[in-house]
């Protein structure tokens, strides 16, 4: 599985971005997708995630204002992040599972074997 993510950029705090992280190779409907970030000298943190039978969970820096989402048809996974923070300033990640049809999913990122490069957000 290839993960590529896409949509990050710079925003004054209070807008949004949308965050888009699209699956080659075997992608499965079955498996745990999720969005971690990090920042310089801390460890990535699990901020939301999406299972198979789409049950979604958030961190609770972000519950209310992000949403995951996935489009199984496009092979696609994306984070709409709405007022956004200057903490929310970060490198995003999206990871994927070896379709284990777990639900919720695991925040942690050592349960994720599959990881794109990350898309840098700014939020000033």
């Known amino acids: 599985v290839q993960l590529v993510e896409s949509g990050g950029g710079s925003v004054q705090a209070g807008g949004s971005l949308r965050l888009s992280c699209g699956s080659s190779?075997?992608?499965?409907?079955?498996?745990?997708m999720a969005w971690f970030r990090q920042t310089p000298g801390k460890e990535r943190e699990g901020i939301a995630a999406i299972a198979h039978d789409g049950r979604t969970t958030y961190t609770d820096s972000v519950k209310g204002r992000f949403t995951i989402s996935k489009d199984n048809a496009r092979n696609t996974l994306y984070l709409q992040m709405d007022s956004l923070e200057p903490d929310d300033t970060a490198m995003y990640y999206c990871a994927s599972d070896r379709s284990t049809r777990r639900s919720p999913c695991p925040h942690y990122s050592s349960w994720y074997p599959y990881w794109g490069q990350g898309t840098q957000v700014t939020v000033s």
């Open positions: 190779g075997d992608y499965d409907s079955r498996n745990c």
